[in-house]
């Protein structure tokens, strides 16, 4: 019986390893005739848009509220807090609400579409970019897309 190369063995279970390596997960949304990466931890559901009612005397952002599977949720215009140049899109079949995960307030991004998800190595998130709305910017597929601090939107 020949003996067992255990440096091979070894090399097989680092290599198994670190394809294991923790990933974080993006939704690639455009709104507002940009580009942005969004967590998908930070998304409880994605929905058609529905009937917005308006708010009298809210504020700018504040497209309206909607009432999604019997919660009401504040539907929020994410371009003018981050002062992108333009307005929200007319509603499309591609038109989607985001509505992200907080303990206590129910909020909806109105996105014009939903590409891709992406699976990224936590090692290649950006900590900090000293942003308030934006965690940094990761390169993927030739092109250098925003991350979206969401928590910021909650502010």
């Not at 942003?131 to 969401?150: A, N, W």
């Amino acid at each position: 019986m020949a003996g067992l190369d255990i440096q091979a063995i070894q090399d097989a279970k680092d290599a198994i390893n670190e394809d294991k390596a923790p990933h974080a997960e993006y939704m690639r949304v455009a709104m507002n005739g940009a580009v942005f990466l969004v967590a998908v931890e930070a998304v409880s559901n994605v929905v058609r848009p529905t009937i917005i009612t308006p708010v009298p005397m809210a504020p700018d952002h504040l497209i309206g509220v909607a009432n999604i599977r019997g919660q009401v949720f504040c539907i929020i215009d994410a371009g003018k807090i981050l002062k992108l140049p333009e307005a929200v899109q007319e509603k499309t079949p591609q038109t989607r609400f985001l509505l992200l995960r907080h303990d206590r307030v129910h909020l909806g991004l109105w996105v014009e579409s939903i590409a891709e998800l992406y699976s990224v190595p936590l090692a290649a998130v950006p900590s900090d970019s000293g942003d308030k709305f934006i965690e940094g910017s990761i390169q993927v597929k030739q092109e250098l897309l925003p991350i979206m601090r969401v928590s910021a939107l909650f502010d």
